[in-house]
């Protein structure tokens, strides 16, 4: 069935989930994301999404992923689809896939355009916006696809520049994809409630009285990523909000995401009961993340209502009394699977990705997933602590919290000011350089700032960035630190965190084989890996080494580990990094001479990771590399 066929043959009091997933990185991500969401089908989503990276950079992952997750898990799947800035070929291919495999729906989107009218794709010159999509879509397939589009209940966002969104300015376009037959809506992740309502009411005023809306949630995994979150989408927090995170708990992870629970399954209620029901989908940004989920759905008790009660002790939340009797326990369109329990300990070694073995609905097994026990808790929990591109690339999470693939998430405008026009390496030094001393607030790679950390080491990077050695990604040693110390604290409370030096830098070939390498290999205590982007790669380290550089003792649980270096997530990586030199070279016309200098750069720097393993010696990486 179609999203819009099981939308409309839902009986008038159900409520139901969708969730969203991404094409994890590497091949153990996605086999654990394989094994994560065979127990997120207890949670009985009325549907999956997968996404599609910018440009199709994802094309062939996501297109594996729905593929497994429709024809093998036999999960109703909608693909994400964009169309500017692609080639059209990519599109025809990506429909006729999909289609092939059973697929009934494509979720709509334009993506990002492209940066100049030089780089634009020649053959996607249908393709402007969206609606141009939908109307491809529904001419070339007719009812096949059911076709969902995005939408912004703050307005959507070109570029950087958040003072041009306006829900009035989108609302005429809204208007035309749903005109061109869209058959259902997601919104962009939001915290302000009132900001949806007023958007939803808009949109029954002036497009459709029974289109159905999903808002777009993303659950509050820890503070920092919240932040981010919302800061990339556009999404304004209200105070009431930042006000539930006092000071004292922002850095206790485990907290903050209980915090964050009571925060959704608030934002859910509210939108459920003011908008007398009519809004009773709810769609989750997963993450690829599945315990804060579990753990709204169990305890709100219009989510846990949509599944059957199959647990006595299952603990409910006293809500308020009008949603609970709206609600009944829903089995019709729940399916008959036998719950398995037989997921492996350790997750990387589940290998049975085609044998799937889907959860029943069960308000047993959501709770075991939601508070970590028992065999589906352990497996649902061991990556808890998303720690971005830095996490265990065995994470079916690992290296996404940005969205949609590579690209630059400032605008334009603001990269011209940022980093002007280099034109020789030293101009390329001193923006690193000047990120460093807080002098410029972003890089290409990264917008978020300096983390206090690496204030520690502020002076040792400088002196590497002006020698040329242009350094993306470090931490400082940390030989035992609270769990709840401002700079280096993570996780529970009443832990104790700790780290290995690492930096990961662009350095040239002649440093890299004159300088550098020598150093490296007379001190056993470091270790490197090394890529080009022609995909070359070397290391000091054996193949299956693995090095965890921030781990953290706590209360009542093993021991965790959230950075992990390793061969596999440093070539998903390397990739990704040099891609970063060919979007910032985009910014300048072609043949200039910074935009030859970026691409110079591209093909023949190199990344090294070096990590120095003697975490108990603050100053051992620094000064081996600086000597
Ligand atoms: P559009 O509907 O084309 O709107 C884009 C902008 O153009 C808006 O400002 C609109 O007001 C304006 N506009 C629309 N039509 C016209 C017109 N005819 N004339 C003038 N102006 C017009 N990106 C990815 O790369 N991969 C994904 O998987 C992905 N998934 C997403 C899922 C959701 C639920 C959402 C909300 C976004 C997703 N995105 C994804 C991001 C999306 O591609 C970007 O937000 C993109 O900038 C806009 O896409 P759109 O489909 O809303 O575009």
């Known amino acids: 069935m179609s999203i819009r066929e099981k939308i409309d043959s839902l009986k008038e009091d159900d409520v139901f989930i969708s969730l969203e997933f991404f094409p994890p990185k590497t091949e153990s991500g996605i086999r654990n994301l394989l094994a994560r969401m065979e127990r997120m089908s207890a949670m009985n989503p009325l549907f999956v999404t997968v996404t599609w990276g910018a440009g199709g950079s994802t094309a ?3 297109l594996s992923l729905v593929q497994t997750c429709q024809r093998e898990m036999d999960l109703t799947t909608c693909m994400h689809l964009t169309c500017t800035n692609i080639d059209k070929s990519i599109i025809d291919d990506a429909l006729a896939k999909a289609k092939a495999a059973g697929v009934r729906n494509i979720l709509a989107l334009r993506g990002d355009p492209p940066r100049g009218e030089e780089y634009f794709v020649p053959n996607s010159a249908d393709f402007s916006h969206a609606v141009d999509l939908v109307k491809y879509i529904k001419k070339q397939y007719g009812d096949w696809f059911c076709v969902g589009v995005a939408a912004y209940p703050e307005g959507h966002c070109e570029g950087a520049d958040s003072a041009n969104q306006s829900v009035a300015k989108d609302l005429p376009y809204l208007k035309e994809k749903v005109d061109a037959g869209a058959d259902f809506i997601i919104t962009q992740l939001f915290y302000d409630v009132e900001k949806f309502l007023t958007f939803e009411q808009m949109v029954r005023n002036n497009i459709s009285k029974d289109i159905p809306i999903l808002p777009g949630l993303m659950p509050i995994n820890t503070y920092q990523l919240f932040h981010r979150a919302a800061k990339l989408s556009h ?28 925060i959704l399954k608030d934002i859910i209620h509210e939108i459920y009961s003011r908008t007398n029901g009519r809004i009773r989908g709810f769609h989750f940004y997963t993450l690829n993340l599945e315990k804060a989920i579990a753990q709204i759905v169990e305890k709100s008790s219009l989510l846990n209502g949509m599944i059957e009660n199959d647990d006595e002790d299952v603990i409910m939340d006293d809500d308020e009394d009008h949603i609970a009797t709206l609600k009944t326990a829903r089995s019709s369109s729940v399916s008959n699977r036998v719950l398995v329990d037989k997921l492996q300990r350790d997750p990387v070694d589940f290998q049975d990705a085609s044998d799937f073995k889907l959860q029943a609905p069960s308000k047993k097994a959501i709770l075991a997933i939601s508070s970590g026990e028992g065999t589906l808790g352990r497996d649902a929990t061991w990556d808890e602590f998303p ?12 290296g996404e919290i940005d969205g949609y693939g590579p690209s630059l998430k400032i605008a334009t405008e603001r990269a011209y000011e940022l980093w002007g026009y280099p034109v020789d390496l030293k101009d390329v030094s001193n923006v690193f350089v000047g990120y460093l001393e807080g002098k410029i607030d972003a890089l290409p790679w990264s917008e978020l700032g300096l983390s206090p950390e690496t204030a520690m080491i502020q002076e040792e990077l400088i002196q590497l960035n002006e020698r040329g050695y242009l350094s993306l990604a470090s931490q400082p040693a940390c030989d035992s630190a609270r769990s709840d110390d401002k ?19 662009f350095v040239s070939r002649d440093a890299w084989l004159n300088t550098l390498k020598p150093k490296l290999l007379s ?24 090095n965890a550089v921030t781990w953290g003792v706590f209360p009542d649980r093993e021991i965790l580990q959230t950075t992990i270096i390793e061969e596999e997530s440093f070539k998903a990586w390397r990739d990704e990094a040099f891609s970063i030199w060919l979007e910032w070279a985009k910014l300048y016309k072609k043949n200039t001479p910074s935009y030859k200098l970026l691409q110079q750069i591209h093909d023949d720097y190199l990344l090294v990771t070096v990590v120095c393993h003697d975490y108990r010696n603050e100053t051992g990486l620094w000064d081996l590399l600086l000597e």
Do not use: C, M
């Not at 304004?236 to 000071?247: C, N, V």
């Not at 205590?525 to 299956?544: Q, V, W």
């Open 60 to 62: 062939e992952k996501t």
């Open 387 to 398: 720690n971005g591109r830095f996490g265990d690339s065995r994470s079916p999470a690992y």
């Open 523 to 546: 001190n056993e205590k470091a270790g490197y890996y090394l890529g080009d982007s022609r995909g070359g790669f070397e290391s000091s380290l054996d193949t299956k080494s693995s």
């Open 487 to 505: 700079i280096f604290g993570w996780g529970p409370k009443g832990g104790y965190v700790y780290q290995k030096a690492f930096v990961e830098l």
């Open 235 to 262: 999404a304004s927090i209200p105070r009431s909000i930042l006000d539930r995170f006092p000071e004292s708990i922002q850095n206790d992870d485990d907290k903050v995401k209980s915090v964050g629970v009571d």
